[in-house]
Nanobody
């Protein structure tokens, strides 16, 4: 069983930065593509960023491009989301997710249905 545990969320003012972390329970973490999604109140969950197995490929949603950066440390089984210049519209529950299926884990994905495991989420609130 794969467990993903997010941390690092909180309440910040507009313009501030946060770094989210997602720790995985399995050493096969380096075999998985990883992603971050978010869900704002009353809205559907949406893609934020994705990263390939060794971090050579990343892709961000247009709404966060230039402000958010996804990265990973395979030695620590952890994926990160560095969020800078936060805006009130970034307020959401942020989820990390893993693509573990061997037919898909070799490439990045923006599609929610392609992710096999999800964390429980961490709340990010941006408000003055």
């Amino acid at each position: 069983q794969v467990q993903l545990v997010e941390s690092g969320g909180g309440l910040v003012q507009p313009g501030a930065s946060l770094r989210l972390s997602c720790a995985a329970s399995r050493r096969t973490f380096s075999d998985w593509a990883m992603g971050w999604f978010r869900q704002a109140p009353g809205k559907e969950r949406e893609f934020v960023a994705t990263i390939s197995r060794i971090g050579s490929t990343t892709y961000d949603a247009g709404s966060v491009k230039g402000r958010f950066t996804i990265s990973r440390d395979n030695a620590k089984n952890t994926v990160y989301l560095q969020m800078n210049s936060l805006k009130p519209e970034d307020t959401a529950v942020y989820y990390c997710a893993a693509v573990t299926d061997i037919s898909r884990n070799w490439r990045v994905s923006t599609q929610e249905h392609e992710y096999d495991y999800w964390g429980q989420g961490t709340q990010v609130t941006v408000s003055s």
